[in-house]
């Protein structure tokens, strides 16, 4: 079983830079691709970045690319975020996932395994 655990997430200034990162406290996700998903209020689920299991192919949504990388150490068994040039609107829940196959989606549900959130809030 994957246990995922985000951790990072707190209030920033706009412009500011922040890392999330999860952790697997579970069985290793190193056979695993993994997903950043975000949701802020009043808005729906939305798809930020994944990265296959080896680390050489990244994804990202529209949101996030030039400011936000993907990253992974799977000798940590941790998959990170690192967010630049943030902006109020990436305030939200920040959510990773894990998946056997490398898919984009937005719903929680698509991925096999998936961790509590962690609170980002950028302030104007």
């Known amino acids: 079983q994957v246990q995922l655990e985000e951790s990072g997430g707190e209030l920033v200034q706009a412009g500011g830079s922040l890392r999330l990162s999860c952790a697997s406290s579970g069985r290793p996700v190193d056979g695993y691709a993994m997903a950043w998903l975000r949701q802020a209020p009043g808005k729906e689920r939305e798809f930020v970045a994944a990265?296959?299991?080896?680390?050489?192919?990244?994804l990202y949504g529209d949101s996030a690319k030039g400011r936000f990388a993907i990253s992974r150490d799977n000798a940590k068994n941790t998959v990170y975020l690192q967010m630049s040039s943030l902006k109020p609107e990436d305030t939200a829940v920040y959510f990773c996932?894990?998946?056997?196959?490398?898919?984009?989606?937005?719903?929680?549900?698509?991925?096999?395994?998936w961790g509590q959130g962690t609170q980002v809030t950028v302030s104007s």
């Open positions: 996932a894990a998946s056997l196959r490398m898919i984009v989606s937005a719903d929680r549900y698509a991925y096999d395994y």
């Open positions: 990265i296959d299991w080896t680390g050489s192919r990244t």
